[in-house]
């Protein structure tokens, strides 16, 4: 059973594999010694398998992930965008290394917080598929915004 939810793409791998590569990206030498960008990756991720994705925001983490409370200013405060900054890097430079073969891609794309999960194509060697998923996605999770390439 795949995972529902307008944030993950058609072919969503299930939520037991998600985890299952969750936990293998949090171990890997790109996340291993960032215990903040390991909670932050996690706590996205598991409020997407939750069905939450639609109420993830910049307060929202900073709260269950800084424990900054209601005093939270974004306007002041840019420690969630500069972890977010951190996390899309440690998931590039993972992709590109030791998860470069993995059939699940869980990606963290810029313009927000909520994760892009899905299972690889097989056979899949061009980056356009995976640019399709993705302005598939926004177009559901930010209606009215197109991905900045098209």
């Known amino acids: 059973m795949g995972i529902g939810g307008p944030t ?3 072919n969503a791998p299930d939520q037991g594999e998600v985890r299952r590569y969750l936990e293998k990206i949090l171990a890997s ?3 291993a010694r960032a215990p903040r960008v390991q909670e932050f990756l996690r706590f996205v991720v598991e409020e ?3 069905g939450r994705a639609r109420e993830i925001n910049e307060p929202l983490v900073a709260a269950h992930v800084f424990n900054l409370g209601a005093g939270f200013d974004r306007r002041k405060n840019s420690i969630v965008r500069a ?7 440690r998931l590039h430079n993972y992709y590109l290394g030791a998860g470069g073969s993995d059939p699940v891609i869980i990606d963290l794309p810029r313009g927000g917080y909520i994760p892009f999960i899905r299972a690889v194509v097989h056979g899949e060697s061009k980056p356009e598929a995976r640019w399709r998923q993705l302005a598939a996605w926004l177009s559901l ?5 197109s991905a900045p390439w098209t």
Do not use: D, N, Q
């Open 141 to 145: 999770v930010r209606p009215g915004k």
């Open 48 to 50: 997407t398998l939750a």
């Open 8 to 10: 993950l793409a058609s």
């Open 29 to 31: 030498r790109a996340f």
């Open 83 to 89: 972890e977010a900054t951190h996390v899309r890097r």
